[in-house]
């Protein structure tokens, strides 16, 4: 069985293709996921890539911390 894994996409982040093309390499089948997702049905890990759009500060992680729903799983 293969994994799919989500790579989240929201303001700031970077190398979202090379996540989903590491792991297309691996095996897997990556799925673009926008910062808005609320669905992740159909997706068994998140990648949440770098990101230095905005400069090498901390913002892409506050913005991911504030815009991404990750669902939990007990």
Do not use: Q
């Not at 982040?13 to 609320?38: F, M, P, Q, R, Y």
């Not at 990648?47 to 901390?58: S, T």
């Amino acid at each position: 069985m293969t994994a799919t894994v989500g790579v989240a996409v929201f303001p700031g982040t970077n190398c979202e293709l090379d996540s989903i093309h590491a792991v297309e390499t691996l095996g897997g089948e990556g799925k673009i996921l926008w910062h808005s997702t609320k669905n992740f049905s159909g997706v068994d890990a998140v990648i949440i890539p770098g990101g230095f759009a905005h400069g090498d500060y901390l913002r892409p992680g506050a913005v991911s911390y504030t815009h991404l729903t990750l669902p939990t799983k007990a």
